[in-house]
């Protein structure tokens, strides 16, 4: 390419990438990571003339709809990544089918090597709708530690496994952690937040290759979906090399933010927040880490549980004696959170219950008052699923981000109205209400705990609809709105609004369509897939 040849030449029917009253754009041109020209109607021949050249590779069709590449603001990338080598227990329809496909895994496993599953998977799948047993979990292998890890807050272990983690008759409750036991009052296999957490300091991590391997194939997925972006809220300071290890070798297909996740055992262990900090720091991770499309966001806080855990004011529907679990004592959660704004560490919090999410709230508003002002974004809302109206209100007040998943209820909505019931679950992420608050929020998809498809979260948030039925379809808003909180919203989270206008000089993040996601019938969103990803000027996603 020579001279001022573009790398790239889009000539579609439409861009929804422009500001409210500016002109429609048509057409752009790529040269390097950024968009270097547009044009408006009648002006598309004049920039194919100036940039196309003999390399331009050019795009020319008005059955093209040009978006910018989705945000997604809480997406477990590591944890998919890892699901790629995991066994993909997923495909089981019941406990023996699920055994098998364990069994296969470890016909194929040298002894004493853990075996853990993909976490993507959940027990209403299979047809006894339980979770599979440490005996059940014996039949596939007698050699070899198992967990079957479930999303980010429940695991299930083996015999072996809970040996090894140090679960026994006489281990007493874990606070803020869940032990399964049989009639015996032995551990069953079934742990849950901070019992999964001590179990989990046993099972060796990944090989850095094989988890480099995975991030690839993981992130090579979310292009194909037109994701351009992610925050991914938990990893592990050694996973975060492995992240750096991956963007050097060019094989990052999206952008990361990365989170460090942080519980309370870990600063404990260090002795002290500062302490902690300082330990990070040492290893030169900071919020100021930067390397090429990776970031160093800040740390994960996890306040509450999910569907099982989170703290509820009023009783679970089918534990009446139970409202959940809070992980944190509410003034170390003040003091760790005051601290880290002092130190310039930004910190997203977890609190997925209508009790947790009003705790954090009241600790933000103390550490405000504590400390002064907090630039935007310092500390983040992460799901905030069963806010209500005055909690709108307090976080719209304290100027506070609040990372939202919809996807969340369309992939677990028959576990949460079993939990919950029907009116708790309606009444998850009121998106109409926050919006027309003035909230400051941004959508994701919690994925692999979710759906990952963003046109699958738009169809969901303009029409409620869930695998339980139209759930709080008042909730409901249009999928322009829903586009701007996957894309615009997200965007100004991270620090980089302009990104998504495709102006002259932003990065070239956009996602190509064969049809308007905007104005398609709202069902076509559940089949239509990208054309075309390209994230900062390369292309990541072709379907031809």
Not at 355 to 365: H, K, Q, S
Not at 381 to 405: K, M
Request: hydrophobic share 45%.
């Amino acid at each position: 390419m020579t001279g001022r040849s573009a790398n790239l030449v889009v000539r579609p029917g439409a861009v929804h990438a422009t500001r409210a009253g500016e002109r429609p754009t048509t057409a752009l041109a790529v040269r390097g990571d950024r968009v270097v020209a547009v044009a408006g109607p009648g002006e598309e021949e004049a920039l194919l003339r100036e940039w196309r050249g003999a390399d331009t590779e050019v795009f020319d069709d008005p059955g093209l709809v040009v978006l910018p590449a989705f945000v997604d603001t809480h997406n477990h990338l590591m944890l998919a990544a890892r699901n790629v080598f995991g066994v993909p227990v997923a495909q089981a329809e019941d406990i023996p089918g699920f055994i098998e496909l364990i069994r296969r895994r470890a016909a194929q496993t040298p002894p004493g090597q853990w075996i853990v599953t993909g976490a993507n998977w959940h027990e209403l799948q299979l047809a006894e709708r339980r979770m599979p047993t440490a005996r059940e979990l014996d039949r596939a292998t007698t050699d070899h530690p198992i967990l079957a890890m479930r999303g980010a807050h429940n695991g299930v272990l083996n015999t072996e496994g809970l040996h090894l983690a140090g679960f026994g008759p006489d281990t007493p409750d874990v606070p803020g952690g869940f032990i399964s036991r049989d009639a015996a009052g032995h551990p069953s296999g079934w742990l849950q937040d901070a019992a999964l957490d001590l179990a989990l300091k046993v099972v060796p991590p990944a090989p850095p290759e094989v988890l480099a391997d995975g991030l690839a194939t993981a992130s090579a997925q979310y292009a194909a979906h037109g994701i351009g972006t992610v925050r991914d809220p938990a990893v592990t300071p050694d996973q975060w090399e492995v992240y750096r290890q991956a963007e050097a070798a060019g094989r990052l297909a999206v952008r990361s933010h990365a989170m460090i996740l942080t519980t309370p055992a870990a600063l404990s262990d260090a002795g002290s927040v500062a302490a902690y900090l300082d330990a990070l720091e040492a290893r030169n991770i900071t919020p100021k880490t930067v390397q090429g499309h990776l970031r160093l966001w800040g740390l994960k806080f996890v306040l509450d549980g999910g569907v099982e855990a989170a703290a509820l004011c009023e009783p679970y529907a089918d534990r009446p004696d139970f409202h959940g679990e809070l992980l944190w004592d509410r003034g170390e959660l003040i003091e760790a959170l005051a601290m880290c704004v002092r130190r310039g560490w930004p910190v997203g919090t977890h609190a997925f219950g209508d009790r947790a999410i009003a705790l954090l709230l009241d600790a933000i508003r103390e550490v405000t008052d504590k400390e002064g002002p907090i630039p935007p974004g310092m500390l983040v809302v992460e799901h905030g699923g069963l806010i209500t109206p005055d909690r709108i209100a307090d976080a719209t007040a304290l100027g506070v981000h609040i990372t939202v998943q919809q996807a969340l209820l369309t992939g677990l909505a028959p576990a949460l109205v079993a939990a919950w019931g029907q009116q708790r679950t309606a009444s998850l992420f009121p998106l109409r209400e926050l919006i027309d608050a003035g909230a400051w929020i941004s959508a994701g998809t919690d994925h692999p705990i979710g759906p990952l498809n963003p046109l699958h979260g738009i169809h969901a948030m303009s029409s409620r609809q869930t695998p339980a039925g139209v759930l709080g379809p008042q909730h409901a808003i249009s999928r322009a709105e829903a586009l701007r909180l996957y894309t615009a919203a997200g965007a100004s989270l991270l620090g980089h609004p302009a990104d998504t206008t495709l102006a002259p000089g932003a990065p070239a993040d956009f996602v190509v369509y064969p049809a308007d996601p905007l104005t398609c019938p709202v069902d076509r969103l559940l089949d239509l897939a990208p054309t075309l990803t390209s994230v900062g000027g390369r292309v990541v996603h072709h379907t031809g």
